[in-house]
């Protein structure tokens, strides 16, 4: 059905690359230069199918545990975090072990063993099988119980006679998890707050901007991977506050033009592990479509820096490499 109101792209920002994502990809990019291919790394290193295999192409081989990797090769961690197991497990192999995990990944590991020392009972807000739900669980094994979805607030149970805490995965919808975080106080009143929000800054900046574009939008596109949390998030939280329509692709070629039919305005976002150039593409493919006019919808500026992992931050040669590293913009 042609569409008479003029076609135009809302473009979400902050979107794409954190911090955490930045650092961890070139903690890799940096480990094969220094130390030569092949470099081994712990899982994908970020959730994104064309990062993985631009790193591939480059050297990198992509184990799912340690005991895959040859005694004493170099290792990544992946920016999603590891369990104390698995770096005994490099440890015991004699690998030469890099931790790319995203340091406020690292600030909810340390809020479970502290409060896991201090005799707290654990609700870890997260997803089963999420590789950063297994390494913050495996921090505080015996004192952790994880919450899946809301309804699962409304039966577990937990002893009556131990303080409680409630901490989450970095990257889960917002309004989400404080539905969880409703229905576990409304049965458990002494339930405490983590010290600080551990769903991290650009899960937030990402969903807030997307908010306000999608009320707008008769169709969303996300670009992100299958397995990216924040990314299905994007997704989730469009549909909840009013794009018509809102799919999640990896790359521009996956774009349906019937997806176009009866649509005027397109949001366009991409989830924290997803390089502007892919984003790139879906604009051009828009403007082919029709949807040449674009309109950046921003909601935050995003201004957090990380350093290298210290094992990175000198070269070969010794040259000191001090690089602060956000959220940028790279291919
Ligand atoms: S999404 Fe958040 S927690 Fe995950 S790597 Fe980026 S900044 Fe760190």
């Given amino acids: 059905m042609p569409v008479d109101r003029p076609r135009s792209v809302l473009l979400a920002a902050p979107r794409g690359y954190c911090?955490?994502?930045?650092?961890?990809?070139i903690a890799v990019e940096k480990a094969l230069e220094q130390y030569g291919a092949p470099v081994y790394?712990?899982?994908?290193?970020?959730?994104?199918?064309?990062?993985?295999?631009?790193?591939e192409k480059a050297g990198a081989i992509f184990v799912d545990e340690v005991e895959e990797v040859p005694h004493g090769s170099h290792i990544v961690f992946s920016a999603h975090g590891v369990s104390p197991a698995v770096v005994q497990g490099a440890a015991d192999?004699?690998?030469?072990?890099?931790?790319?995990t995203c340091p406020l990944v690292t600030k909810v590991h340390r809020e479970a063993v502290r409060f896991a020392k201090q005799d707290y009972r654990i609700l870890l807000i997260g997803h089963e099988g999420h590789e950063e739900v297994e390494g913050t669980m495996g921090h505080a094994p015996d004192r952790t119980i994880l919450i899946g979805t809301p309804e699962e607030?409304?039966?577990?149970?937990?002893?009556?006679?131990?303080?409680?805490?409630w901490l989450s995965q970095t990257t889960l919808s917002v309004d989400e998890t404080m539905e969880t975080v409703r229905r576990l106080r409304a049965r458990f009143p002494h339930l405490q707050?983590?010290?600080?929000?551990?769903?991290?800054?650009?899960?937030?900046n990402r969903q807030v901007a997307i908010k306000k574009v999608a009320?707008?939008?008769?169709?969303?596109?996300?670009?992100?991977?299958?397995?990216?949390?924040?990314?299905v998030r994007l997704v989730e939280v469009a549909l909840e506050y009013g794009a018509k329509a809102a799919y999640r692709i990896d790359y521009a070629s996956e774009i349906e033009q019937a997806w176009f039919e009866g649509v005027a305005t397109v949001g366009v976002s991409?989830?924290?592990?997803?390089?502007?150039?892919?984003?790139e593409q879906v604009l051009a493919d828009l403007a082919d479509a029709g949807f040449a006019d674009v309109k950046v919808v921003k909601t935050a500026e995003e201004d957090l820096m990380f350093s290298l992992p210290k094992e990175?931050?000198?070269?070969?040669?010794?040259?000191?490499?001090?690089?602060?590293?956000?959220?940028?913009?790279?291919?």
Avoid: F, M, W
């Fill in 193 to 204: 707050d983590p010290p600080s929000d551990d769903i991290c800054y650009a899960t937030q």
């Fill in 93 to 100: 192999r004699d690998l030469a072990a890099i931790d790319a």
């Fill in 41 to 55: 790394v712990r899982k994908q290193i970020v959730h994104n199918v064309h990062v993985v295999s631009e790193l």
């Fill in 215 to 231: 009320p707008d939008a008769d169709l969303v596109i996300v670009v992100g991977s299958a397995n990216s949390s924040n990314s």
């Fill in 153 to 165: 607030a409304d039966t577990v149970e937990v002893p009556a006679d131990e303080p409680l805490i």
């Fill in 270 to 279: 991409s989830g924290a592990s997803v390089p502007e150039v892919l984003v």
């Fill in 312 to 331: 990175l931050r000198t070269d070969k040669s010794g040259k000191q490499d001090e690089r602060a590293l956000g959220g940028r913009t790279r291919a």
């Fill in 19 to 25: 911090a955490g994502v930045d650092r961890a990809v």
